[in-house]
Nanobody, 111 residues
C-alpha cells in the first residue's frame, strides 16, 4: 500500500506563485514516474506534469514555461512550482504515483 500526502495549496492572486509538495510512503519498492494532475469543477481530470526517476519531464501545453516539476528521490517527494498563476489554473491538484492518488489539494487563483 502506497500513501501520498500533499501540501501547499491555497488562495493566490493572478500572477502569484505556489509550491505543491507530495510525499510518498509505504510499500514503495522503486519510484519511477510521478506527477501531478488537476481537476476543475465540471471538467475531467487532466495531466499537469510528470517526471521520471531520471528527471525527464513532460508538461501540459497550458502550463509550459510557468510550472516546474521536480523530485527528491532521497525523500520520495515530488514538487510542483507554479508561477504566473492564472484564474484558469484553479482546480484540485492531485499527486499521482502508479496506481495511487493523493487526496487532492485546492488551488484557487483570484483575478
Amino acid at each position: 500500500q502506497v500513501q501520498l500526502v500533499e501540501s501547499g495549496g491555497g488562495l493566490v492572486q493572478a500572477g502569484g506563485s505556489l509550491r505543491l509538495s507530495c510525499a510518498v510512503s509505504g510499500r514503495v519498492f522503486s519510484i519511477n514516474v510521478m506527477g501531478w494532475y488537476r481537476q476543475a469543477p465540471g471538467k475531467p481530470r487532466e495531466l499537469v506534469a510528470i517526471v521520471t526517476s531520471g528527471g525527464t519531464t513532460t508538461y501540459a501545453d497550458s502550463v509550459k514555461g510557468r510550472f516546474t516539476i521536480s523530485r527528491d528521490n532521497a525523500k520520495n517527494t515530488v514538487y510542483l512550482q507554479m508561477n504566473s498563476l492564472k484564474p484558469e489554473d484553479t482546480a484540485v491538484y492531485y499527486c499521482w504515483y502508479p496506481n495511487s492518488w493523493g487526496q487532492g489539494t485546492q488551488v484557487t487563483v483570484s483575478s
